[in-house]
């Protein structure tokens, strides 16, 4: 910011205060603008351009205002570093002679060490001081690099390393950070390098870390390196591709392996000869699983060699067919208990697996296997809880064995709705099924229904199943009320005896319970009214209509915007609810939801005039008829004399 303190200090440009106040140096300095500054500068006088004073303020706002500066300002070593501060494009205004300046030197080094390179001598940048803030600038700075184009880097590159610099820098401690910072910034640069520094490992691997394009970079590496199988790993650690890995590598086995753990994708580059060992394919499947790099492409060329090898081997079948894998031998291993599950969980898919979709249901897969495991529970087990239908197809020795169902019913609750009648019948499957799922009430057996034990286990599960109870349980007030309690609106689903017990009725509003789902005999109990509407103002809309059009009981018991909002429309049609409701609340109105031929058979004398303009506006809103003689008759009788 300029110091505004300059202004009207005529003294300090050595000038009269009208030639001042008529300068544009005022307009600048409020303006604070870069153009403006710049064309007083250019065209301010010799006085004003060699003070010391008015050049430091120029130069926070238009450093590039150095190149219009007479010699002494050019001269001043504090100025120029404030200007190339300010603006690093300055430094192509700094005089070819201050160039040689230590200071100066190491103000270019701090703001730009590449254009310190470019354009500062080999002799300044000898010196000890400007040579150790260079590279330590450079080695640890990335950001500098990374801000220039490959072009730029290039000609730094061919200064570092062409004397007589290189002597200076490599001697330096931070000379190898340097490196790897150029290539860590700008990976193309690795070619650029002398070949001593191509062949650094560490170099190398940093180059790949930093670059996209790893293959075509990988491909000109030296021979020496790429036949060094160690190194090789190295570069896959360091994240290069299994693609560009040389030929040569492939064919140990110890490489493979560790290829592998590196990166599952190197499976594919390993030759049909090294899938023989079971060790290597194993290896593959674990990581395979938990890398989840089968979607990331085709794997069936890989399997299809694997599966050549290992035609008969169990376990590395059953890895394949977990990926969904149509093995060769299916029918060799439908009596291996650990196959069979695999192939019906295949048979349940019903999206499309990275090997396509099995063809066969879990039903056609389960009649394929063998007799010894249609005897297996576990088999059983399985297969119906992923497809009931299988239920047909079990050995008759399982059709009723309870201790599987209840396994099948802990897995899917909700197959106990496709039971038969014997298994509904049976009490510790029903126990079973409804401890797992309320909803399982409805599918067992009406013996089992009216069982007190299995009405206690469902209700105390969900209240919900309170209405598919027998009659005999919702006529229970202590079932009722416990149902109630946790739901009140099990009030509906109770025995019209215990909708007609007063004292019942008490609890269940006491819980919650609404007038609604009462006897009408108790809806026009003026007792059971005021208790139920002590508890919820609405329920007064369900009491009976002897009870609406009582005005002497509502009026007695209950505020006058209750009884005007649920009272008989014959009851609202007096004079004393009707005004005392709107003068006391007009939305009152809206929340009766009064039709307009209602509206119009009120009295609204006593009513405010201002509620009343409200009233009308409200019946025009609702009403269906626009006809203008229709409205002016509404408006004489809602807003005529008071």
């Known amino acids: 910011m300029f110091d505004k303190s300059l202004i009207n200090q005529a003294e300090l440009f050595e000038t009269d205060s009208v030639e001042f106040k008529k300068s544009n140096l005022q307009k600048a300095l409020n303006k604070q603008s870069k153009e403006d500054v710049l064309k007083f500068y250019k065209d301010a006088d010799e006085a004003i351009r060699s003070n010391i004073t008015v050049c430091a303020n120029v130069f926070k706002i238009a450093p590039l205002a150095i190149n219009d500066a007479p010699e002494s300002i050019k001269a001043n070593k504090s100025l120029i570093l404030r200007a190339i501060s300010n603006d690093k494009k300055a430094i192509e205004c700094i005089p070819k002679h201050l160039l040689e300046d230590e200071q100066i030197a190491m103000g270019i080094i701090n703001i730009d060490p590449c254009m310190a390179l470019e354009i500062l001598s080999d002799s300044i940048l000898q010196k000890d001081k400007v040579s150790n803030n260079l590279i330590r600038t450079l080695s640890y700075r990335s950001h500098y690099l990374r801000s220039h184009y490959l072009t730029n880097i290039s000609k730094v590159i061919k200064r570092i390393f062409s004397s007589p610099l290189e002597s200076v820098f490599s001697s330096h401690i931070n000379y190898v950070p340097l490196i790897n910072n150029l290539v860590c910034s700008h990976s ?50 360091a994240g290069a591709k299994p693609g560009s890995m040389p030929k040569t590598m492939w064919k140990e086995e110890w490489a493979c392996r560790n290829a592998i753990s590196v990166n599952v994708l190197s499976a594919r580059h390993i030759p049909n000869s090294l899938w023989k060992d079971r060790e290597l394919v194993i290896h593959f499947f674990t990581k395979l699983r938990s890398s989840q790099q089968i979607w990331n492409g085709n794997w069936t060329p890989t399997f299809e060699i694997i599966n050549n090898f290992h035609l008969l081997n169990e376990d590395i079948n059953e890895a394949l067919a977990s990926y969904g894998y149509e093995i060769k031998e299916e029918a060799h291993f439908l009596n291996s208990k650990r196959l069979v599950k695999v192939f019906l969980n295949n048979a349940s898919c019903t999206y499309k697996l990275p090997f396509g979709r099995w063809k066969n249901g879990v039903v056609s897969q389960y009649k394929l296997i063998s007799s010894k495991l249609k005897l297996d529970r576990d088999i059983a087990s399985k297969a119906m809880q992923l497809d009931f239908r299988v239920y047909n197809h079990i050995d008759d020795s399982l059709k009723y064995d309870i201790k599987l169902f209840k396994r099948v019913v802990n897995a899917k609750p909700l197959v106990a709705a496709r039971f038969n009648d014997k298994l509904k019948d049976d009490k510790e499957l029903a126990i079973c099924s409804i401890s797992r799922s309320a909803v399982n009430y409805r599918h067992i057996s009406q013996r089992l229904k009216n069982d007190k034990e299995i009405v206690k286990l469902a209700t105390d599960k969900s209240a919900t199943i309170y209405k598919d109870l027998p009659i005999k349980y919702r006529d229970d007030s202590k079932i009722a009320l416990e149902a109630i309690s946790r739901d009140p609106g099990n009030l509906k689903h109770t025995s019209p005896r215990l909708k007609d017990n007063k004292d019942f009725v008490e609890s269940a509003i006491l819980r919650g319970a609404s007038l609604k789902y009462v006897s009408n005999n108790l809806k026009a109990n003026k007792h059971i009214v005021r208790y139920a509407v002590n508890q919820y103002d609405s329920n007064l809309h369900f009491a009976d209509k002897t009870i609406k059009e009582d005005k002497e009981f509502l009026l007695k018991y209950f505020p006058i915007h209750l009884v005007f909002r649920y009272c008989s429309f014959k009851i609202l049609q007096d004079k004393e609810i009707f005004t005392a409701g709107l003068n006391l609340d007009i939305r009152l109105i809206e929340r009766r939801g009064m039709t307009p031929a209602q509206m119009l058979k009120m009295n609204y004398e006593g009513i405010y005039v201002t509620e009343r303009s409200k009233i009308f506006t409200y019946y025009k809103k609702h009403s269906k008829e626009k006809d203008i003689f229709l409205l002016a008759k509404a408006k004489s009788i809602i807003c005529g004399s008071k």
């Open 188 to 237: 193309q640069t690795y070619s650029l390098l002398p070949k001593k520094y191509q062949h650094n490992k560490d170099i190398i691997l940093k180059t790949i870390r930093s670059n996209n394009k790893k293959t075509a970079f990988i491909k000109n590496l030296p021979e020496n390196l790429t036949s060094d199988t160690s190194f090789c790993l190295a570069m896959l650690r």
